[in-house]
C-alpha cells in the first residue's frame, strides 16, 4: 500500500474545558482551506451546541470509526484526523475506517448550532484520547460550547510551541473520498423506520468484529412499516447489510435517534453484495455511515470513478465547474448545467474528477453533492490508481485496434483480450478481471484503454497496431 506522511500542525491539543458556563469543547484545526485560501489554522464555528450530549457522543462516533479496521483488526491501529467543512449553514464531520470500508458523516445542521455564522472551508481537527474521554464523561444537562479554529487568545510565532502529528496516510484514503461520492450518488431510499425500530434493529445485529464483521446479510422492509426483518436472498426491495457489525458506531447515539434510513441500489434476484448508507438522525444532526458492498473490498478500489477519469475532456470541464463552486451545501448539477452550458452527463463526470482530488462529496439524504477542499490534487489519486495508469499505457504503446461496431482487440503482453460496447454504453472484456468481478468494480484496463483510444481516434478510423 503506497503511503505518504500527512503532518498536522495544531496550536494546543483539542479539549474539553469546563467553566460557570458549561462545558467549552475547543476543536482545534490544521492545514485549512477557505474561501480566502490556505491557512495553516482556520476559524469556522464559535458558539453552543442545541443538543450537546448527543452531539459528544456523534462526534465520538466518527471518531471510533476512524480508529477501527473492520477487516483484518489490527490492535493499536493510529487514527486519522477526522475532516471538517464548513458549508455555511452546518459543520460537516468525516473520517474512513483504517481498511476503508467504512466512511462516517456527521452533518451538525443549522438547528443544532446556536452561535454564530459558520464560516466556509474544510481542515483536520484534533481528536485526541484525553478529549475522547472528556466527551464520554460529559453530563446531559450540561450545555457544550463548540469552537472549530484556533484560540483566539493563543499567539503563536515562528519559535512558538505546536502540537504536531505526522499520520501515515494512505492514498487508498483519498480514492475512497472519491468512489463514495460517485457510488453514494446512485443510491435511492429503501427503508425508513422510527426510533424505537431504529433501536429495535441495530441491537439485534452482532457487534463484535471478525476476520469479514459478521459476513453479507439481507434485509426486507417488514410488512405495514414495522421495522426491517431478516431475508434469506437478494430479492425486489431487498437491503443489502455487508458486515452488519461495521454498524456498531451508531450504538453510542441510539439513545438520541429519532429514526434510521436507509439508502442503496436497487436489488433483485441474483445480485451479489451491494453498498449501502445507513443513516441514523439526531435532533438537529444526521450520523451516516457508508458501506462498501463487502467487509473484505475497501472503497478505494471499486472502480466507480475509472470511467469518467479515462475522458479527457473531463479535466477541461471540472476546470470551468471549479470556478462556479462557493462552498454551498448543496450542490445542483442541473444548475450546474445551466450555469456552464455543458450537458448534465459532462457535469456529472467533472464532478467525479472534482472528487478525486477530494473537492465534492454527496449527500444522500438531500440526493446533492456539496462544495469541500481537501488538500489534495486530483493527479494524485489517477497516479495510484493502477487500472487507469495501466490503461494510458496500453493507449500509449499502440496496443488498441478498434475494430468498428463497439469492438476493439487490446494486446497486454503475450494475450489479445475483446472488449465489447454494449447497447447501454458499457463494456466487457474477455480477460479474467472481467469474468470475476462482470463489471462489478468498474472497468478493467483493457476496457478503459479502449475507451480512451475510441475517443481520441479520427472519425472513420478502425484502429492501429495491436502491439
Not at 323 to 328: F, Q
Not at 361 to 390: F, I, S
Not at 420 to 428: N, V, W
Amino acid at each position: 500500500m503506497k503511503r505518504s506522511v500527512q503532518a498536522y500542525a495544531y496550536r494546543r491539543p483539542s479539549a474539553v474545558r469546563g467553566g460557570a458556563g458549561g462545558a467549552r469543547l475547543g476543536l482545534e484545526t490544521s492545514g485549512g482551506i477557505t474561501p480566502a485560501g490556505a491557512e495553516a489554522n482556520p476559524r469556522f464555528f464559535t458558539g453552543f451546541l442545541a443538543e450537546p450530549r448527543a452531539a459528544a457522543q456523534a462526534l465520538l462516533s466518527v471518531a471510533d470509526v476512524a480508529a477501527a479496521r473492520y477487516y483484518q483488526p489490527r490492535p493499536g491501529l493510529a487514527s486519522l484526523d477526522p475532516v471538517v467543512t464548513a458549508n455555511g449553514d452546518r459543520l460537516r464531520f468525516e473520517s474512513f475506517s483504517g481498511c476503508c470500508g467504512v466512511h462516517a458523516r456527521l452533518d451538525v445542521l443549522a438547528a443544532g448550532l446556536d452561535g454564530a455564522d459558520v464560516a466556509h472551508g474544510t481542515t483536520h481537527v484534533d481528536i485526541n484520547n484525553p478529549l475522547r474521554e472528556a466527551l464520554a464523561r460529559l453530563g446531559g444537562s450540561e450545555p457544550l460550547h463548540l469552537r472549530v479554529g484556533p484560540e483566539e487568545l493563543a499567539v503563536t510565532t515562528f519559535d512558538g510551541p505546536l502540537v504536531e502529528k505526522r499520520v501515515p496516510l494512505p492514498d487508498r484514503w483519498l480514492r475512497g473520498f472519491a468512489e463514495t461520492q460517485v457510488i453514494a450518488s446512485g443510491f435511492d431510499l429503501r427503508a425508513e423506520l422510527t426510533a424505537a425500530e431504529a433501536v429495535r434493529f441495530l441491537r439485534s445485529l452482532p457487534r463484535g468484529l471478525s476476520g469479514r464483521a459478521g459476513g453479507v446479510r439481507w434485509v426486507l422492509p417488514a410488512p405495514h412499516g414495522t421495522g426491517l426483518r431478516p431475508a434469506t436472498r437478494p430479492a425486489p426491495g431487498a437491503v443489502c447489510l455487508p458486515g452488519p457489525a461495521r454498524l456498531a458506531a451508531l450504538h453510542r447515539v441510539l439513545r438520541h435517534a429519532t429514526g434510521l434510513r436507509v439508502y442503496g441500489p436497487a436489488a433483485g434476484p441474483g445480485s451479489g453484495p451491494l453498498p449501502g448508507a445507513w443513516e441514523l438522525t439526531l435532533p438537529g444532526m444526521r450520523l451516516t455511515l457508508t458501506l462498501s458492498p463487502d467487509p473484505a473490498r475497501g472503497f478505494s478500489g471499486e472502480g466507480a470513478v475509472l470511467t469518467h477519469l479515462a475522458g479527457e475532456e473531463s479535466a477541461a470541464d471540472a476546470e470551468l465547474l471549479s470556478v462556479l463552486l462557493a462552498w454551498e451545501p448543496r450542490i445542483d448539477p442541473a444548475e450546474l448545467a445551466d450555469r456552464s452550458g455543458l450537458p448534465r452527463e459532462r457535469v456529472r463526470a467533472a464532478l467525479t474528477r472534482l472528487g478525486t482530488a477530494g473537492r465534492v462529496g454527496y449527500d444522500t439524504a438531500e440526493a446533492a453533492y456539496y462544495h469541500r477542499e481537501l488538500p489534495y490534487d486530483a493527479a494524485r489519486a489517477e497516479k495510484h490508481n493502477p487500472r487507469l495508469v495501466r490503461a494510458r499505457e496500453l493507449v500509449a504503446a499502440g496496443a488498441v485496434t478498434l475494430l468498428g461496431d463497439g469492438l476493439a482487440a487490446v494486446r497486454s503482453g503475450d494475450l489479445v483480450y475483446q472488449v465489447r460496447a454494449t447497447a447501454s454504453g458499457a463494456m466487457t472484456c474477455t480477460c479474467p478481471w472481467w469474468a470475476e468481478h462482470r463489471g462489478g468494480r468498474g472497468p478493467c484496463r483493457h476496457a478503459l484503454a479502449a475507451r480512451m483510444a475510441g475517443r481520441t481516434a479520427p472519425a472513420g478510423h478502425r484502429g492501429g497496431p495491436s502491439g
